[in-house]
Every structure is written in C-alpha cells, then in structure tokens.
C-alpha cells in the first residue's frame, strides 16, 4: 500500500508545558503545528543518530533536513508555507527579525543554561542527563556544554571577561526583547491572526526563556515583566501544543493535590494522638512492672471466702 | 559598580557608559583609524569603514582618516576595525561609534517614530548579520578567493616569519566564527542565495523611496551604502557577488544617490 511521505522528527521530550526542552526542536514542532504538515514525532533520547550530535533529527521521505531553509523549502514543496498570505514588505521585516532573534537571544538562552555557573552545574546537566540513556549521559552533557561555550567565545572574542560578555549579551537581549513586546502589542501574532514562520522562531527562543525553572535567571524576571509576550507564549502553547499543555497541567495539578494531601494528616499520626498512645503504654508497662516485683498484689481470699459463703448457703 | 544580578543592573551599566561618554561636545581632532585602502584592506573591513565614514559624513561630524598597518591589533576590541579616537575615547565598531555620536547629541534617527525605529533595528541586524558573514565567508573559506586575494593582501604589510603567523591565526579565528553560525558548511550558491534574499528584502522595503526612511539619510543608509558599494566596487575573482547586489536596481540607485551627496565632492 502507498504511504504518503511523512515529516519525521526525532525530539527531546517536553517539559515545563513546552513540547520539548531544546528550542531546536521547539522549532521544528512549531513549524509542523502552524502549517498543519503531517508530522510523524518520536520522543528519543539518543542524539547518537545524528551527525551533528544533536536532536531535532528531521527527514522527508528517508532525506535529512539539517537546518531551517532545507526545512521550509520542503514544506513549501507541499503547498505548506507558514508564511501564507504575508506581503513583500512583512516578509522582507519578517527576514530581519528572525536574523536579529537569532544573533541576539540564541547567545542569551546558550549564555543563560551553560555559561552560567549555578545553572550548568544545578540544572542544565542533570536535565539533560537525566533525559539521555546511560553511556550517553557521561558524554553529550559536556560535549553541549563545550559547544555552547566554544560558540559564545567565538562570537563575543573581542571581550576579555565573562561578565563583560554577560553584560553585553543580556543587554542585547533585554533590548531584543523590548523590541519584541512592543512590536507584538496587543495582537494575537506577531502578523495578525495566524502564527508565522518569525512567531515559530521567536517562541522557540522565548519560550525555554520564560518557562524553564533556572536558579539564577535575570532573563526570566524581565521576561515575566512583558506581559504580552507571556501572553502570547500561553496562548501558542495552548492552541497549538495542547496535549503539552495539559500533560503540564495534569502534572501541576497532581502536585497540589499532593502538597494538599500533605496538610491533612490523618488522626493516628497528629502529636496529640502519639502522645496519649505513649502516656497509656508507660502506664501499662509501670503497672506490669510493679505487679512483677510485687508492690501490687491481688488477694483472692475475699473470692474464695465469698465463694464459700455462697456454698453454705 | 552597578548592581549586575538584576536586569535593570544590566541596562544601568550601559546607560552609565553613555553618561561617562556624553559629557562634553564632539571632539575636534578625531581620527578614525583603518587598514591601509589600496593593498592591505579586505572586503568586511572595507564595508565597516566604509559604513562608519559614511556615518560620520552624514552626521556632519568632522574626523581624519588614518591609515596604520597594525589597525587591527590597536583596537579597543581585538580585531575590530575600525576604531575612532574621541577626545579620551577609543570606540569600536559601527554600532558603538553609532551610539557614541548619539550620546553627543548627534543622531540621524531623532526624527523617526516608534515603529520605525524598530525597522531601523532589525534591518541593521540583518545587514550586520547576513551581509557581513557572506563578505566573511568568500574572503575567507571560498579557497580560491583566499589563495589569490586575501593571502597576498593580508600579509602584504608584514615581514617575513609574522607574516604566515598572522594570516594562519586570522583565518582560523574567521573560519572558527563561519563554523559556529553554521556558515562554514554552506556551499557557494547557498550563500549567494542568503545574499539574494537580503538585497530582495531591503529592496522591497527600501521600494521607491529616496532613502530607506523617506527624505533624510539614516544610519541604516550609511550601514547598507558601506556594505553594498564595497561589494559592487572591489573587484573579486569573479563578479557574481557584485551581479547578484546590481540586480536590484533601487539599491544600486541608493548607493549612487549616497555618493553623489557624500563622496563626490571630495574626489571633484
């Protein structure tokens, strides 16, 4: 029987309501989602696969699709442009934009979960190592923690320090982000109704931003000041990933539920409850003691003289 | 020392550095320091001064030009040229030296609204992002271009051992930035594609206007005449990066309008 080709995605699993934890992937999902392609997505765990080390691994029709061009040049092929009905102009602002997201807060999000220090070590790894399977986990978190840094370090190798190089980096991104918020205003999209190829990129980038619970994350309390852009992030996570969304939700829910069950305490183990138990096993274990070294003794002779009493009579 | 934990911290710092900048006029006797034009300069560099002196022209600010050999290694920011010498300032960069003049008051973008500032924005972006990394990329990876042109040149002004140091060492620092902006892999055509696209986006949005916001020259005009005229006028192995700009005819008139209005005095 004829197949009809399908996209096939190789991703991390999601988390935090995001459908995946890498925002190469959130990339890829969001493009699929907003055009509607057919989209065949594996959960994996193994980057072994891949020749550049890393997931999403993306194919058509047994071809790798190794960035975004290749990728929106195939679903253009299948009359699934996510840039339908935009004008010459918006395309044309469009392009900048992205070309601007991707210099400015691709740094910021590689500069926020590798290069720093409590968020490498406390978050980013263990994430990633528990996401991974076992030989795997020894190796990749630090092959992408090299990577990142190899990166920041190239684009930023006119500055000496690492704080120079946050200053700069997180000041662009603020700055990006203003820009962001602003031009978004109070639409729905960035072009009006309907998601786009820029609202795909930037929610990518944004999203692991806003929703990921880093210790030490100046980007995220910015983000969370810009009230459009959260809005606009809950509303895509939403409509277009629901079953994220609600996995999420479940998952937050349950933990009330939990921390809920955890206030009421059932009566055999309150304080008070514990303590009449102790009071009455040392009274119980006194009066045996006492009846052993006989400072208590029962008499049976007023039975027994009651019982001869009975029998004369 | 500003708080760096928060993010107001993080944008005090850069408003302090504009205070500690805007405290006194332009300087008189500023020097702009470059490569030397005619045998040691390479096409990114070329565009950025280019860039940076159309800037300064439009803005009406008075500077020299000085040519050292060594441009790059004086910088304030390793191998960024050009550099600006401001009364007790060295800036780097276009966008620096862009924010520098504006601390003093001097600015082309005063006049535009919100939305346009924003186009100003992105579009600068994407110029310094797409257009600069293509003229990267073909002086520095496309193997021919570097064996007949760039190696000559580059190591023209250097004496015998320096000479294949440094060119060993910048070309491993270029490709190194190609590789990690996942440029390096990119093929030719693919790369002139990137740049046809771009010239179509700032055409389109440039249209049928004399520049690209209305009446009066901005920084994205001196931006996008120091990159284009460079393409156009240096010349190459062979002339398909120049092709590709000259089929775009609004920014070829673009480039023609800013030189006339500009340059075309000083070579009268």
């Known amino acids: 029987m004829f197949k009809f080709p399908q996209l096939e995605v190789e991703s991390w699993k999601g988390d935090w309501g995001l459908p995946s934890i890498d925002y190469k992937c959130i990339e890829v999902l969001a493009f699929a989602r907003f055009t509607n392609a057919p989209i065949n997505i594996n959960l994996s765990n193994n980057p072994f696969k891949s020749t550049t080390g890393h997931l999403p691994i993306v194919s058509y029709n047994k071809r790798l699709l190794l960035n975004r061009d290749s990728l929106i040049e195939c679903l253009d092929k299948q009359n699934l442009t996510p840039n339908f009905g935009l004008s010459g102009l918006q395309l044309a602002e469009e392009h900048a934009v992205i070309s601007m997201i991707d210099a400015q807060l691709e740094p910021a999000l590689l500069f926020a979960w590798w290069m720093d220090e409590t968020n490498c070590l406390n978050f980013t790894r263990p994430l990633y190592r528990n996401a991974l399977k076992f030989p795997f986990n020894w190796y990749y978190p630090s092959a992408y923690e090299r990577a990142a840094k190899q990166k920041i370090y190239t684009l930023y190798n006119h500055l000496d320090s690492d704080n120079d190089i946050m200053t700069e980096i997180y000041a662009e991104a603020i700055k990006c982000m203003n820009g962001l918020e602003n031009r978004l205003g109070n639409n729905f999209y960035f072009f009006g109704s309907h998601p786009t190829l820029l609202d795909a990129v930037a929610y990518s980038y944004l999203g692991p931003l806003l929703k990921a619970p880093l210790i030490d994350n100046k980007l995220q309390s910015h983000l969370t000041t810009c009230k459009n852009l959260c809005m606009w992030i809950d509303r895509i996570t939403r409509e277009y990933f629901k079953i994220d969304w609600q996995a999420h939700k479940c998952n937050e829910r349950k933990k009330i539920e939990e921390s809920k069950q955890m206030n009421i305490i059932p009566w055999y183990k309150k304080d008070e409850t514990k303590n009449v138990f102790i009071g009455l096993f040392t009274i119980i274990t006194m009066v045996i003691y006492s009846f052993k070294i006989g400072l208590i003794s029962v008499s049976f002779i007023l039975i027994f003289s009651m019982y001869d009493t009975y029998q004369i009579l | ?268």
């Open chain 2, 1 to 268: 020392m500003p708080d760096l934990q928060t993010p107001s911290g993080i944008l005090t710092k850069e408003c302090l550095r504009t205070q500690i900048c805007g405290e006194s006029d332009w300087p008189k006797n500023t020097v702009l320091y470059q490569p030397y034009e005619t045998e040691q300069i390479l096409l990114p560099d070329n565009s950025k001064c280019l860039s940076v002196k159309t800037f300064l022209k439009m803005a009406g600010l008075e500077f020299i030009v000085e040519a050292r050999e060594n441009a790059e290694y004086m910088s304030p920011h390793r191998g960024k040229v050009p550099f600006i010498k401001a009364g007790l300032f060295l800036v780097a960069d276009f966008e620096p030296i862009v924010n520098f003049a504006q601390s003093k008051g001097y600015s082309l973008s005063k006049h535009l609204d919100e939305t346009q500032k924003w186009d100003l924005r992105v579009y600068m972006a994407l110029v310094n992002n797409v257009l600069l990394n293509a003229e990267i990329y073909v002086t520095w990876n496309h193997e021919l271009t570097y064996k007949e042109l760039t190696k000559p040149r580059y190591s023209s002004v250097y004496p015998f051992p320096l000479n294949h140091w440094a060119i060993y060492y910048k070309r491993r620092e270029m490709l190194s930035h190609l590789d990690v902006l996942d440029w390096k892999k990119k093929s030719l055509d693919e790369v002139f594609k990137e740049v046809e696209k771009i010239c179509q986006s700032l055409s389109t949005f440039l249209g049928d206007k004399s520049y690209f916001f209305n009446e009066k020259p901005t920084e994205l005009d001196a931006l996008v005449f120091g990159h284009l005229f460079s393409i156009i006028t240096t010349p190459l192995l062979n002339n398909r990066f120049a092709a590709t700009v000259r089929a775009y005819d609004n920014l070829v008139q673009l480039c023609v309008r800013i030189e006339t209005e500009f340059y075309q005095s000083r070579i009268l």
